[in-house]
């Protein structure tokens, strides 16, 4: 009705309160993320894939406010078709790695975004990529988003050097519909990227075919 105040969330920023993951297994990495959009407390896409391709066999997982990480993750697919036309062949994972760095470090003030940036490349193989403002870091599996704080733990217990591409993906999955279970602003369906020397396959579970678990 005339007159009425608007809803709060029509002047809160869009930010993607979430969950997301990657971990490296020897010959490549596995991604993974939930789905859920927020605007303040209420919930604005369901079904946002938060994995944004940035070459053929390189990905990055978006979290923070949606604005700002599609914004870096296109400037930097752009930034790697022209470095790839410019040296022949495809770009290195560190390189976007590096770009994405660079984007969040020189407008540190302007966006208010954290990317995982993982994939494959010819010459180190699968990697993951920790960039936070100016930080930049390669770790065997990097989490993120509000409902890492739930996980910790359950990463740090449940990893294990030398897992295969199965056993990475399920890891993926179970870290996932934990946090999706205990964070209000994760949730959704899952998305998982696996990434190798042959290629990327992408896949969604749904929310009704996450594990369960006994507290669940």
């Known amino acids: ?17 979430t969950t997301i993951i990657a971990i490296e297994f020897n010959g490549g990495v596995v991604l993974g993320s939930d789905s859920r959009v927020s605007a303040g407390e209420s919930v604005v896409n369901r079904v946002m894939n938060k994995l944004s391709p940035l070459h053929d066999k390189i990905y990055c997982a978006l979290s923070g406010s949606a604005a700002d990480a599609q914004t870096i993750a296109e400037m930097v697919n752009y930034q790697l ?11 290195q994972v560190r390189s976007a790695a590096t ?11 302007e966006l208010s975004a954290h990317l995982i940036v993982a994939g494959w490349d010819r010459r180190e193989g699968g990697q993951v990529f920790a960039t936070l403002k100016g930080l930049l870091t390669r770790q065997p599996f990097a989490v ?17 050097k030398g897992m295969n591409k199965k056993e990475c993906q399920q890891f993926v999955v179970n870290t996932l519909s934990l946090a999706m279970k205990r964070d209000g602003s994760s949730g959704g369906v899952a998305y998982l990227v696996t990434i190798d020397e042959h290629g990327t396959e992408e896949k969604v579970i749904l929310g009704n075919d996450l594990p369960t678990f006994f507290d669940q």
Do not use: C
């Not at 078709?81 to 770009?91: A, F, L, N, Q, R």
């Open 1 to 17: 009705m005339l007159g009425e105040a608007e809803p709060q969330w029509l002047s809160e920023e869009v930010k993607t309160g």
């Open 81 to 91: 078709d022209v470095h790839s036309m410019e040296i022949g062949e495809d770009p």
């Open 144 to 160: 993120g988003g509000s409902g890492s704080s739930y996980v910790y733990g359950f990463v740090d217990a449940e990893y294990r």
């Open 99 to 109: 770009l994405v760095k660079n984007i969040s470090y020189k407008y540190k003030e």
